[in-house]
């Protein structure tokens, strides 16, 4: 049986060491200093600096109350041998890390803030444990928030040419692991996709009308545009309204990726058009 990049991984480094590093790396050294020689973990600086003004904030009051909606202390234990919460946990110490070092450039004049200890060696360590399962952090600053998701080149060569910033992140977030088995949340990023698409359709047609018409197909008759589950509509599709719901994600996912297909080949006929011009100027040399 093929093995999964997470396998191949957790085979390979101690994931309860990597856990209790970044625990003790951002909650218990100090690694901050602020007004002069007084040192703050990176949690403490983000509650007393930070928090209040995160976009992400909610309506928690601080960072210990924040952190006991996410069970921390639980996450803590889970991440010692659970991927998934192991990259939970990265991400949000990565996101108070984010917060800290906005903030350092903001204020470093005002509170004489200087980092030491292990602060940008925190940084390096999250990247490095983040890359061995081919994943990365997207910073947001739209959303004033990072999204640990997998490394895939096409996603990012997509989400960067999206006209909104909304659409690119909805792009990005798609792959987020969160939305393992949130259907109804990946239906609406696909209706997004989907109606960017539809003003680009008779470029995407003359460049590629397979595609184009597999995309319209499946948008059309996979309860995405139209409710196809609902027997005695006009948009009933039998075989979709019986489909099981993982295999329904499956083919959502499918679509997902030939829509970022579509973008990056539309994307591409400029470039193929400067290359044509460069072949040109070559054989005429």
Sequence with gaps: ????????????????????????MSSEENVLVVDYYTYKTLFDYVNEYCFKDWAQRSH?????????????????????CNVDAFLTLVELIYNFWELSHNKFYEDKTEHKLQWCGNYYHLK???????????????????????FVVEDKPEVTAAAEIMPTPTLAVDIIKYNHRSLKGEIEQKKKILLAM???????????????????????????????????????DKNYKEYVAKMRKDRLEKWYD????????????????????????????????
Excluded: P, W
């Design 1 to 24: 049986m093929r093995k999964s990049i997470f396998d191949i991984v957790a085979e390979s480094i101690d994931m309860e060491s990597e856990a209790n590093r970044l625990v003790a």
């Design 60 to 80: 928690f009051v601080d960072v210990d109350d924040f952190l006991e909606a996410l069970e921390f202390e639980t996450l803590k234990d889970e991440a010692a």
């Design 124 to 146: 390096d360590v999250m990247d490095d444990v983040l890359s061995q399962y081919n994943h990365i952090a997207y910073i947001s600053e739209e959303q004033e928030c990072v």
């Design 194 to 232: 989907g109606a960017e698409l539809e003003a680009k359709r008779k470029k995407l047609h003359t460049i590629n009308a397979v595609l184009e018409n597999d995309i319209f197909f499946m948008l059309n008759n996979l309860n995405i545009r139209h409710n196809n589950k609902n027997k005695g």
């Design 254 to 285: 499918e679509l997902y990726q030939m829509i970022l297909l579509a973008f990056l080949l539309m994307d591409n006929t400029k470039r193929a058009d400067r290359v044509k011009e460069l072949k040109v100027k070559i054989n005429e040399s």
